[in-house]
């Protein structure tokens, strides 16, 4: 198992494990995420924010980071944090708990980069998803009402309660 920046030839594989999760909300009954058109997942990669756990010629799991977030972190937002967005699972590989990877990953990748936190958030009340991410080592930080989601995906707009989470990289 790895961890690398996606490529341009990832964008259809990643374009199907979007549309299968957006397949999974709908019928959890969850917050779904909007149609991601194929050229904004190709300008994410080009962008290098784009990240895949693999396994041979499998993606196993796949997520974008920013480096800002301030329509959701609002002032929290220092230029101190990377913020993790969409993280999607192969359904075929569900239930192996990624986000221990991930976070593990994204706390060497921020202090790489001179960052203090990793940020990731959620919207809705979904209590699975809140126990999954604190299981996984993220500090559930509560829920706040989005204001500013003019810029942001269709579904912020749609579901103002947003969940944050986040932890601290360590100096040592």
């Known amino acids: 198992m790895n961890i690398l920046k996606c490529t341009l030839a990832d964008s259809s594989a990643i374009f199907n494990l979007y549309e299968e999760a957006r397949t999974l909300q709908i019928s959890k009954q969850m917050v779904v ?3 991601f058109e194929m050229d904004f997942i190709s300008k994410e990669i080009n962008e290098e924010r784009q990240w895949k756990i693999i396994d041979g010629n499998h993606i196993l799991c796949n997520w974008t980071i920013t480096y800002e ?3 959701i972190w609002e002032e929290k937002d220092q230029g101190d944090a990377i913020y993790i967005h969409r993280i999607v699972t192969n359904p075929a590989f569900r239930g192996n708990n990624y ?3 991930i976070l593990f990953w994204a ?3 921020a202090k ?3 960052r203090k936190y990793v940020r990731l958030d959620t919207l809705g009340n979904n209590t699975k998803l809140i126990a999954h991410y604190t299981q996984g080592g993220f500090i559930f930080l509560g829920m706040v009402k989005l204001t500013n989601t003019e810029k942001l995906p269709s ?3 749609k579901e103002p309660n ?3 989470f986040q932890t601290e990289i360590s100096e040592s």
């Open 99 to 101: 986000i221990k990877d």
């Open 33 to 35: 995420w909007p149609f």
């Open 107 to 109: 706390k060497k990748y």
């Open 155 to 157: 579904h912020y707009q």
């Open 162 to 164: 947003c969940c944050l």
């Open 112 to 114: 790489k980069i001179g």
């Open 69 to 71: 977030d301030k329509e």
